[in-house]
Nanobody, 123 residues
Framework: QVQLVESGGGLVQAGGSLRLSCAASGRMFSTYVMGWFRQAPGEEREFVAAISTSGRNTYYTGSAKGRFTTSRDNAKNTVYLQLNSLKPEDTAIYYC????????????????WGQGTQVTVSS
């Protein structure tokens, strides 16, 4: 069992940055692939980024490449998502999630979810 708690969301102007954190409780955090998803009002939840168990490999959706960076600190049971050059269309609730599947990219492949943190980007 893994419990996830996101933090770091907020209101930021276009072009600004935010750093999201996701703290995990429970054992064996380092054995989970960690993913980030987001959901805007009226939209489906979409994949943003994922990071392998060791942190050596990362994966991003097209809109996130070059602007967002995910990292993890297994000693602190925490995964991060750095959001740079934010745009109004990045406005959404951002969720972190944990998966046992090595190439998890879709929501149904993730077993545990946080409650989400709101990111709002003003123009």
């Amino acid at each position: 069992q893994v419990q996830l708690v996101e933090s770091g969301g907020g209101l930021v102007q276009a072009g600004g940055s935010l750093r999201l954190s996701c703290a995990a409780s429970g054992r064996m955090f380092s054995t989970y692939v960690m993913g980030w998803f987001r959901q805007a009002p009226g939209e489906e939840r979409e994949f943003v980024a994922a990071i392998s168990t060791s942190g050596r490999n990362t994966y991003y959706t097209g809109s996130a490449k070059g602007r967002f960076t995910t990292s993890r600190d297994n000693a602190k049971n925490t995964v991060y998502l750095q959001l740079n050059s934010l745009k109004p269309e990045d406005t959404a609730i951002y969720y972190c999630a944990a998966s046992r599947r090595s190439n998890a990219r879709t929501a149904y492949e993730y077993d545990y979810w946080g409650q989400g943190t709101q990111v709002t980007v003003s123009s």
